[in-house]
């Protein structure tokens, strides 16, 4: 199996060095020449396997250079740290309506479900390409992929992970998630700043060629685990294949029958995972991209015109808050039929002019399978209440987008198109156990975060996860601080370069 960059075909590469690489030279990103093929034997088959032979049997014709054999060993360490045997959990809410929890992991949030694998999966693959050096992984994060990444990447061999977060920018609950982390390799630095310094620190880190001769020299290569690396897409297509399998399992299809399927869209990681399902023969009818009030993509799904000149809107989403959704561009690559100077020239437009558009026929191409909407606050609140009232289900505010843009969009059909819908579940509710409780009491709730799970725990007649319940005790590791200045001294002297 082989990998091309969007802004160069002729660039090839193998899985293991696409994933050691990151991104292409050109500042494409990897993308599978072409699409592996499964039959629904293949499918069939999934329902009587774990998570972790799931997951090893859908990445093994992504993955080539790997035995299933070896994939099943990466696959087998990655998906302990969850709080439910199933791992993912496919449960039906409404008739017909189910969710797919993905939040069962270590953080609380779905990036588990990559952050937990890929490094394992980096770590193999260094091995594969003969890159005998110390792989570190720098993250600058506004909250959640800093905590995931850390998780993930403690204690790999062969590994080690820096994280940057802004000192003002991340709220307590998420600073005592990181500065609690355990693991040898493990270092977290606070930037005197807010996440665009942070960010910017870490870019210039990865850029400076100096630096990168000194690590060198100790044994030690720069990489980043950002979801643009195939190594945290893939792992994300199992999940579609096995909710498809659950459904199977517990009789709400039949073997081949079409779902629809609703995902909270950010970065356009998740939803492009989903379309590499369908594109692999996963019978999914429709994708239903759910945007928050930064409703570029919904726009660009009704319009063709990507249009990143707006305002940006904090929300009790914020993982959604995004205007410019990187993975985007690995669809357009498919939907200019694989033309690699289309995509150059509408990527160079988008960081020019702040837009693109897209011609006529692949817009209609892109329309025949993905439907896009977006939901105002007032509509994710109503939805959670609703949710919680009808169906004593609590809901974090990223999927209530999702849901909230689901039901809009099976309103609008005749009843007798409506198939049986999968809501993609990105977060645990007590995640965000603030905004929650407010939807559900309808009323600005006292006390601190901690204060707000317990009292939505009490509600649901649930109990706070350990994951929340326990950061309070956990003693603080990290107190690293500097200015966005000296972040590269900051990390020299982490890793005791000095
Ligand atoms: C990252 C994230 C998203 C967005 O996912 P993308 O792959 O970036 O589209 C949605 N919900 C939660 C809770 C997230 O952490």
Redesign the pocket.
Known sequence: MEYISTRNAHEKRSAAQAIVQGLSTDGGLFVPAEFPQVTLEFIDALRHMNYPHRVASVLSPWLSDFSFEELLTLTKKAYTSFDVPEVVKTLEIENGLFMLELWHGPTL???DMALQLMPHLLSACAQKVGESREILILVATSG?TGKAALEGFHDVPGTAIAVFYPEQGVSEAQKLQMVTQEGKNAHVIAVQGNFDDAQTGVKRIFSDVKFADELDERGIVLSSAN?INLGRLLPQVAYYFSAYADMLNQNAINLGDKIDVCV????????LAASYAREMGLPIRKLICASNANNVLADFIKTGVYDSNRAFHLTT?P??DILISSNLERMLFELVGERDDAVRTMMQKLKSDGYYKLDTQAIGTLRSFMDGGWADESAVKACIRDAFEQDHYLL?P?TAVALSVLKAYQKKLPEEDTVPALVVS??SPYKFGRSVLEAITNEAPTGDDFECCRKLAELAEQSVPSAIAELPEKPVLHTAVCLPDSMKLALSEAIQLE
């Open positions: 949030a779905f990036k959640d979801s909270p869209t950010g970065n356009f990681g998740n939803i989403s993982s959604m974090d990223h990105t977060a």
